[in-house]
């Protein structure tokens, strides 16, 4: 998972995509590893890690184990300023055929791996080979699109009547990321709050 710009939220989206699988009960393990999981680790400290990582995950019947900001996780001295020992642990890592619990061959895959990549060069070099697909998380560029993202977020509190006077306020400037879009909504929210003078206390002011 990559994106065109920054705040495009997709270490969120790739958090989200290991809660539903196992919300739903489509994977009986889900694991996120971040960068911070690995600092200060040399490069045979991160492959040991990384490999200890998978091998958890093998272990289970389904499972789906995200990998967030990998092109921070496989940064190094090497070309194009990655780690090659990393890049190698993680490409063998990735190809190595998945056994069923069932031991039946032809089960598909018990493991999924989702990575996200702040980069979108990285994407479209380094790691293409080392991944299926690559999804580009779009930017939001349209009122309609924002609009209806701020409505259905539970965690701002965005006047119904005012929904589409903040997508478009937001838009001004150009596309944004989801998570642009959603820090800019509560500054526009608490900036309203503070107009309306919710944020005084109750009683004379002294």
């Known amino acids: ?40 680790a040399d490069d ?10 998978f091998a958890e995950a093998r272990g289970m019947r389904r499972s789906i184990l995200v990998l967030d900001d990998v092109d921070l996780m496989i ?21 190595a055929p998945i056994e069923s619990a069932s031991g039946d061959s032809k089960a598909p895959p018990a493991m999924l791996v989702v990575a996200t990549c702040s980069s979108p060069r990285a994407a479209c070099t380094t790691l293409k080979g080392l ?3 690559v999804h580009v998380t779009p930017l939001i560029e349209q009122s309609a699109q924002a609009a209806k993202l701020l409505e259905q977020s539970p965690l701002l509190a965005v ?10 306020a937001a838009l001004k ?12 909504a509560e500054r526009a929210c608490a900036s309203a709050a503070c107009e309306d003078n919710q944020w005084l206390p109750e009683g004379p002011i002294h």
């Open 1 to 40: 998972l990559t994106a065109r710009g920054s705040g495009a939220g997709v270490s969120a989206l790739g958090a989200w995509t290991a809660f539903e699988a196992s919300r739903a009960g489509s994977v009986e393990y889900a694991r996120i590893i971040t960068p911070a999981d690995l600092m200060g």
């Open 44 to 53: 045979d400290s991160r492959c040991a890690a990384i490999a200890d990582v």
């Open 75 to 95: 940064a190094g001295a090497g070309l194009d300023g990655v780690s090659p020992s990393v890049v190698g642990m993680l490409r063998s890592l990735l190809r």
């Open 131 to 133: 991944f299926e697909t």
């Open 159 to 168: 006047d119904p009547e005012a929904v589409q006077e903040v997508a478009a």
């Open 173 to 184: 400037y150009g596309p944004l990321g989801v998570k642009s879009l959603i820090s800019l």
